[in-house]
C-alpha cells in the first residue's frame, strides 16, 4: 500500500533531498512509524511525546489531520500527505 | 543580500503599517533557483496577535501548492515587530524552517499606523544562527539573462542566413 509523502525543504536532507517518498500504514501514525524505518530521524521532527509536534502541519489529501483525528487519522493506499512545517513566530 | 524592489519594500512596509498593533506576516516569492523576490503575497496572521504570528494552517498548504505549480520557493518570510526592535526574537529562531529564505523583520514600535520610517532589516537564521544581510532597494530587479542567448543571436543576425 503506497502513499505518497511530500517532504519539505527543511527535512529532505533526512530523505537523500527526495521531494517526496513514498510510506505505508494504515494510519498517519502507522505511516510515521513506516518513514522512520527508512529515513531515521524524521519521526522526532514530526512527533513529540507521542503527540504532533505544534508547529509541523500534516495534511491528507489537503485535509489538516489536527481536523481528522491526529496521528489516529485513517490513511490509505493513494492518498497524498503533505508535510509543512509552520510559518510563525512572535 | 538581500536585493527587493521599490514597489515590494513599499508593501511590506505598508502592510505592517496596515496591521499595527497586530504583527503583519506573509512572503515574496520567486523562481526557484534565482533568490528574485518578485510576487509578495500578503498573509493573514491567524494569531491576530502584537507578539506572535502564524499563517492559518489552510491558507499555508494553499500557499506552498500555489508556488509549487508555479516553480516558486519563498525567497522572502516576512513579519513585523510591533513593540521590539526588528531582530528575531527567539522564538523566530526556533521557529525558523526556511533554510535558503531572506528573513525580513519590520518594526513598527516608532510609527505605529502613521507615516514615518521603519526599521527593515533581514537575516538567514539557519539552525538556530542568526546572520544579518544587507537590504538593497532598487527602482526594479535586475532583468532575467537571456536564457536561448544562441537563439537570440541567429534572430539578430544576417538576414539572408549568413
Known amino acids: 500500500m503506497a502513499v505518497e509523502v511530500r517532504i519539505p525543504t527543511i527535512l529532505r536532507p533526512y530523505t537523500g533531498d527526495q521531494k517526496s517518498v513514498e510510506a505505508s500504514g494504515g494510519s498517519l501514525s502507522a505511516l510515521i512509524d513506516d518513514l522512520e524505518s527508512n529515513h531515521p530521524g524524521l519521526k522526532d521532527r514530526l512527533v513529540e511525546d507521542g503527540d504532533l509536534r505544534r508547529f509541523v502541519n500534516i495534511y491528507v489529501n489537503d485535509e489538516d489531520v489536527r481536523f481528522l483525528g491526529g496521528l489516529e487519522a485513517s490513511v490509505s493506499d493513494g492518498d497524498q500527505v503533505v508535510v509543512l512545517p509552520a510559518v510563525a513566530g512572535g | ?162
Not at chain 2, 518578485?38 to 500557499?63: H, I, K
Not at chain 2, 523566530?92 to 499606523?113: C, F, K, Q
Open chain 2, 1 to 162: 543580500m538581500l536585493t527587493l524592489d521599490r514597489a515590494t519594500y513599499d508593501g511590506i512596509v505598508a502592510h505592517a503599517k496596515r496591521d499595527h498593533p497586530d504583527e503583519a506576516c506573509g512572503i515574496v516569492a520567486g523562481p526557484e533557483g534565482t533568490d528574485r523576490p518578485e510576487r509578495l503575497v500578503e498573509m493573514v496572521n491567524a494569531a491576530g496577535s502584537p507578539t506572535f504570528y502564524e499563517f492559518d494552517s489552510t491558507d499555508l498548504l494553499r500557499l506552498y501548492r500555489e508556488m509549487d505549480d508555479r516553480d516558486e520557493v519563498p525567497v522572502v518570510v516576512y513579519h513585523s515587530h510591533t513593540a521590539t526592535e526588528a531582530y528575531p526574537s527567539r522564538t523566530d529562531i526556533g521557529l525558523a524552517m526556511e533554510p535558503y529564505a531572506h528573513y525580513v523583520l519590520v518594526s513598527t514600535r516608532d510609527h505605529g499606523n502613521n507615516d514615518g520610517p521603519v526599521e527593515f532589516r533581514s537575516y538567514r537564521i539557519v539552525d538556530g544562527e542568526v546572520t544579518e544581510e544587507e537590504v538593497a532597494v532598487v527602482d526594479a530587479l535586475p532583468d532575467h539573462p537571456p536564457e536561448h542567448a544562441d537563439e537570440t543571436a541567429e534572430h539578430q543576425g544576417d538576414p539572408d542566413g549568413r
